[in-house]
């Protein structure tokens, strides 16, 4: 193609995509091919769209997306290890106008925040958490996490995930669906544009549901890659991921509208 | 019949060098450089810019929201 082609085509009324102003111009501190990065990009567009961006709040963790304040535009507080639900209890409860979320990984929600995510969810508080299962520590090395698949090799388990010893991975999605104080539970993927897509319908909806109904928890899994953690390349940890998490993290609705519905 | 052109603007210094957008195209338009940018990754860029339909796979699947796409209906 020519140059003056292509500067025909590369003009402001043409354009069809392009990052939204609601994640900051900062460098990702994430590895390359990381699904964060495409976890929060979705976010950020959905409150964007729905036009709630300045009545959100949302709570960072501790892990890998411990900096998540740094790159998403919106109102944000960093919570203690694995207490993100906690705090969005109490900002819900002071403001319950406002938009509540949580961004959580699987070792913030799943092991140290287990009792705090799952009362959360009991009581069933009007906030939505995105939950980012990767099977692994990230931030700390790739250390074994609860959901670390079976047979699968961590810096704490270097000859493969033991059941018999270490114990079978924790399916915390199902195990929240359970709980009548939640509204929807979904689990989606970041890793193709088709799923991008679903992923950013799913949380699109949690977050409707969240203004909508004044009550019940909107859970969102995000299964990500860690290429870093895994000790492959992106392209190929997405491949590891399609073939060995989506067997024991199956994708889709989990709960909708408080009715189980893929059991 | 109408047609779309597209075209896509990397973001250099942005670019992480992952290759997932390589991936998601569905029409080969994607390539890395030969050459490393600011923080000495590979950056993805149009070797096939002919190809390009506007689709936009590769910045939704972009993980560091690198990728700005345009499109342009050409009537023929």
């Known amino acids: 193609m020519k140059e003056e082609v292509l500067s025909d085509i590369i003009n402001v009324e043409n354009l069809v995509y392009k990052k939204t102003p609601l994640m900051t111009d900062n460098i990702l501190s994430y590895c390359p091919g990381c699904g964060h990065g495409t976890a929060h990009r979705i976010t950020m567009e959905v409150l964007e769209e729905l036009g709630v961006w300045k009545d959100t709040i949302g709570i960072a963790p501790v892990g890998c997306s411990v900096l998540a304040y740094e790159f998403m535009n919106v109102d944000m507080q960093q919570a ?19 938009v509540v979320f949580t ?8 092991a140290i925040g287990t009792a705090e995510t799952i009362h959360a969810c009991n009581r069933g508080e009007n906030i939505v958490i995105i939950f980012v299962n990767n099977g692994i520590y990230g931030m700390t090395g790739g250390q074994m996490a609860p959901t670390t698949l079976p047979g699968m090799k961590s810096s704490t388990s270097p000859y493969g995930r033991d059941v018999h010893i270490m114990g079978n991975p924790l399916k915390i999605t199902e195990l ?69 998490m989506f067997p024991y993290f199956p994708l889709g609705d989990i709960k909708v509208d408080g009715e189980i519905v893929n059991k | 019949m109408a047609k779309f052109k597209g075209a896509i603007v990397v973001d250099i ?64």
């Open chain 1, 80 to 98: 203690a290890h694995g207490r993100a639900p906690a705090l969005a209890t109490g900002i819900k409860r002071c403001w319950p106008h406002k």
């Open chain 1, 103 to 110: 961004y959580q990984g699987d070792g913030d929600l799943a």
């Open chain 1, 176 to 244: 929240v669906a359970e709980l009548p104080g939640v509204r929807s539970v979904t689990r989606q993927a970041v890793h193709t544009p088709g799923n991008v897509r679903k992923a950013k319908r799913a949380i699109r909806k949690a977050f409707e549901n969240q203004l909508k109904y004044k009550e019940g928890l909107n859970f969102v899994e995000i299964v990500s890659n860690c290429n870093s953690g895994w000790k492959m390349t992106p392209v190929h940890s997405n491949k590891w991921m399609e073939e060995n």
């Open chain 2, 13 to 76: 210094d942005r670019c992480k060098g992952c290759e997932v957008c390589i991936g998601a195209c569905p029409h080969d338009v994607i390539g890395m450089s030969s050459e490393v940018n600011i923080k000495g990754y590979k950056y993805s860029y149009m070797v096939n810019p002919e190809s390009c339909v506007g689709c936009a796979n590769c910045a939704v699947v972009c993980p560091d929201g690198v990728i700005t796409v345009y499109r342009k209906r050409i009537e023929q």
